[in-house]
């Protein structure tokens, strides 16, 4: 086996943002104990968390009070004015959270584009409300956004300091002066004694106004890391702009609650009690603090029903509002980037990581599509809905209907996870759930808000695809133990809305679960609950039970080396492609032979033959079978050649036809004769239109290697595509440094290159990278192959490979297979997809001889899952291990 080493390099745009940063990983090393605090927050969130248990059991019974129609029929009459002053009042308060970005700016000394803190503070808090741990989901977000705009860790780290610390001392301030101001009817209304509240609340709003007054003595030191103090006016601005945000946030359901003999300000000092608990619980919203604190406020002073649908709309407008057009605005971005040709500025690169923040985003409006297709699934439909459904559709499908949908809630609550890790295996899960769900939430019961809620959903997901690029299937990496408890939370939670929406069913009935009518809702909405419950259960035993997938590390500097002497002791030129770093590599017993493998999902794939003497290769194909399937994968060799064919036969894996590779007998070739007369005027008009070639050996690239680089981002740029990677060689410089490099230059500016892979045996060589400008001949090309062939058959090598023709060769007979006929008919009709023909009709000007390529692989549909997996591992980010070759 190699000497590998797992990293977690992701090949993005720049090392600096690579990855989110959790609050432990903002480069602050100086801020103290990281684990001592993290002990100290969980046991904080254990202890709030076991104290809103016991609110939930002590309310238990005003659950149960609850009436669900009573709570739809409140729900559906609000008033439009309610409505809106509360959607008015939640954009002040999210004014506020933007300006106090902008404070903590200023307060840095920083200076960012005008975009950057609306970005940071307004996704940022929709992210940290939805999510929950709000510090820190809060500030991985502003990490990103400051970060790309060029602030210094340690600015981004007082700004986000700053923030915190204004909030809590703005929150002292407005709770204890909103709490003093009506001592009375607040203590009246928690039942503790006037004196003692009084006292709190003053020592909090004493507390808040003798820090901006009177300030420190000097900074703030937490740990080793200092903290200026603020001048009184920031100071002051960022109490202010708390104190609005909360001002704004408790306006935002004071509107919606039904009148009651509850002022606002006594209001205002239970909220800010509700959200100092709800932040220091990290649960997403403080979500059960608020309900609590608002029923126990408002018990006996009015209806039940009332107060549970304006925690709703509450819910909805404060904290679901902000979540969908944070991912909208994301959504723009990735538009706009996808879009853009020019140049990258100061405020594309902000973009782009704003950007890069959507896969958070769409798991957690993932996750709230789940909660929301489990709770339509244990709700009654309205009734004239239904009446109009059985004029329309048959029983069957509206039971079909109402069954999968609370099936695919369940999916997106486990897909969720996947978008978080930017798989695009959950994205197209996702993609095809919210498709189906818009269908299946009209079939079920014309639930027109679910239906344009997923709408929205399919439209996002749309809009940044782009970032789900890591080549794993949805359910590739095993859930974590409180993913599973959140997704049990959810199901369990989904039980008791039945319970209250059904409360008058009969569920002691035995034909209970087989009445099947239009009107049976229970029944339905049953049958469908304990569908999710299985299935939640079956997904969560097979996470279980299932064999452990295994790693494919890439591999560290050692096994590099360690593979280019194989590489240079052997012929086969295209084994270079080990080097690129990106591969993992499995060696034989004796270290003299290796296989490159990639892994996607269930799927171990080998790139081309082992590499290294034959005598190796059948106990390193075994072994690298067996590995596959020790972790439930199945093993595949992609591109092997038609000699080696009874090593895989006898390893028990099937073959079918992937292309031809086209191969120049340098030898034979010549420029004489009708068939080359193409290339020798190609030749002429090259030279005419002042073109020189150059072969340059590895020891001289560094000399040229700006020019590569300036001619490979035009071409990227120009295609609009990415390095790939797998099969296809791509641009990372150590690699370029160890191949010849054949360039052309136009009047003296280089124009084209390609790549040359050769091996020590000097018996064949490979096209690895090709690239050219467009303002490049049209004949640069050309020019360039038929010099390069020339030159390489006066240096005496024997064969060059042009690489493979995907599906060339692959047709239809009397007795062929199922593949061998779709292949045929992707390559007469496939164009618009993939250039297969001209691909061909470019490589067959060289006179190459085309040899067939094949696909091994387990199984009989196993085949095609390969390709697809194969296809998605080319297509992906190239991302090199990072480590640097030994090369000889």
């Not at 986000?160 to 203590?187: H, K, N, Q, W, Y």
């Not at 970032?467 to 989904?494: E, H, N, Y």
């Not at 005419?688 to 981002?713: H, K, N, Y």
Request: charged share 15%.
């Amino acid at each position: 086996m190699s000497l590998t080493a797992q990293t977690d390099g992701e090949g993005a745009r720049s090392a600096e943002s690579n990855s989110t940063p959790s609050a432990a990983q903002l480069d602050l090393p100086h801020l103290g104990d990281q684990s001592g605090a993290k002990a100290r927050r969980l046991g904080l969130s254990a202890t709030i968390f076991a104290a809103l248990t016991l609110l939930v059991l002590a309310f238990g019974s005003t659950i149960q009070s609850i009436d669900y129609h009573a709570l739809v029929h409140a729900l559906s009459h609000l008033p439009a004015a309610s409505i809106g002053w509360s959607v008015f009042a939640t954009a002040v308060s999210l004014a506020a959270v933007v300006g106090r970005d902008v404070c903590a700016v200023y307060y840095v000394g920083a200076r960012t584009p005008r975009l950057a803190p609306i970005v940071a503070g307004f996704c940022g808090t929709a992210l940290g409300n939805a999510v929950g741990f709000g510090t820190l989901t809060g500030a991985a977000v502003r990490y990103r956004i400051y970060r790309a705009v060029g602030l210094r860790s340690e600015d981004i780290a007082r700004l986000l300091l700053f923030v915190a610390g204004g909030f809590g001392l703005g929150l002292a301030g407005f709770g204890g002066m909103t709490t003093l101001i009506e001592a009375e009817p607040v203590s009246h209304l928690l039942g503790w004694p006037t004196g003692v509240l009084q006292v709190a609340a003053g020592s909090a709003l004493a507390g808040s106004i003798i820090l901006l007054l009177f300030g420190l003595r000097g900074p703030v030191r937490v740990g080793n890391f200092s903290l200026a103090v603020p001048s009184k006016a920031i100071a002051g601005m960022q109490l202010g702009l708390t104190g609005i945000r909360l001002f704004g946030a408790a306006t935002a359901l004071w509107m919606l609650l039904p009148g009651a003999s509850i002022n606002f300000l006594s209001f205002a000092a239970i909220f800010s009690a509700a959200t100092a608990l709800g932040a220091v619980s990290n649960l997403p919203g403080g979500i059960g603090i608020f309900e609590a604190a608002v029923f126990w406020v408002y018990a006996g002073h009015a209806p039940v029903d009332q107060i549970a649908a304006a925690l709703l709309a509450y819910r909805g407008i404060y904290f679901g509002m902000p979540l969908v057009l944070s991912a909208a605005l994301l959504a723009i971005f990735e538009t706009r980037l996808a879009l853009g040709t020019r140049m990258p500025t100061a405020n594309d690169r902000l973009v782009e990581a704003a950007a890069q923040l959507s896969p958070r985003f769409m798991g957690v409006i993932a996750f709230a599509t789940g909660v929301m297709l489990l709770t339509s699934g244990a709700t009654p439909t309205f009734g004239h809905r239904l009446a109009v459904l059985s004029m329309r559709l048959p029983l069957w499908a509206v039971e079909t209907s109402h069954f999968l949908g609370s099936l695919a809630g369940v999916v997106f609550l486990f897909v969720a996870r996947g978008l978080f890790e930017r798989r695009d295996g959950a994205w197209w899960l996702a993609f095809l759930m919210a498709t189906a769900s818009l269908g299946l939430s009209l079939a079920k019961g014309l639930a027109y808000g679910e239906a344009g809620f997923l709408a929205i959903v399919i439209s996002l997901l749309i809009a940044t695809k782009r970032r789900f690029d890591r080549p794993a299937s949805m359910l590739g990496q095993p859930f974590t133990q409180g993913w599973a408890v959140a997704v049990g939370v959810i199901v369990l939670a989904a039980a008791v809305i039945f319970l209250v929406a059904f409360r008058n069913a009969d569920y002691t009935a035995r034909d209970l679960w087989w009445q099947f009518e239009f009107d049976a809702q229970a029944p339905r909405a049953l049958r469908a609950l304990l569908g999710a419950a299985i299935l939640a259960v079956v997904i969560g035993l097979w996470q279980l039970l299932r064999p452990p997938k295994g790693l494919a590390p890439h591999p560290d500097i050692l096994a590099l080396g360690q593979a280019s002497r194989i590489i240079r002791a052997q012929a086969r030129s295209q084994a270079m492609l080990a080097l690129m770093g990106d591969k993992s590599l499995l060696f034989s017993q004796t270290g003299d032979a290796f296989i490159m493998y990639g892994k996607r999902g269930r799927s171990w794939i080998a790139l081309f033959d082992p590499v290294g003497p034959i005598e190796e290769w059948p106990e390193l194909i075994k072994r690298f079978v067996a590995l596959a399937a020790s972790h439930g994968g199945r093993a595949a060799f992609y591109e092997i050649r038609p000699e080696s064919l009874p090593f895989y036969l006898d390893a028990g894996l099937s073959v079918m036809k992937l292309g031809e590779e086209a191969c120049v007998a340098l030898a034979g070739f010549d420029m004489k004769g009708k068939t080359s007369a193409h290339l020798r005027y190609s030749l002429k008009r090259g030279e005419r239109d002042g073109l020189t070639f150059e072969l340059v050996p590895p020891r001289q690239i560094a000399e040229i290697m700006d020019a590569l680089i300036e001619i490979s981002a035009a071409w990227l740029r120009s295609r609009r595509t990415r390095e790939k990677g797998f099969s296809i060689a791509a641009f990372e410089p150590s690699y370029l440094g160890s191949q010849w490099v054949a360039l052309v230059r136009q009047n003296g500016l280089a124009v084209a290159f390609v790549t040359v892979m050769t091996t020590g045996a000097q018996k064949e060589a490979s096209i690895g990278l090709m690239r050219l400008t467009s303002t490049a001949s049209p004949y640069a090309m050309e020019f360039l192959f038929t010099k390069l062939i020339l030159e390489l058959k006066d240096m005496g090598y024997g064969s060059l490979s042009l690489g493979i023709a995907p599906l060339s060769g692959v047709s239809a007979a009397p007795l062929s297979s199922r593949w061998h006929r779709l292949g045929e008919m992707i390559w007469r009709y496939g164009t618009r997809l993939y250039n297969f023909q001209g691909l061909r009709a470019f490589k067959s000007k060289f006179n190459p001889v085309w040899e067939p390529r094949y696909l091994a692989a387990s199984g009989t549909l196993s085949p095609f899952v390969v390709l697809a997996d194969a296809t998605a591992l080319i297509g992906a980010r190239f991302k090199s291990s990072g480590a640097r070759s030994q090369n000889e």
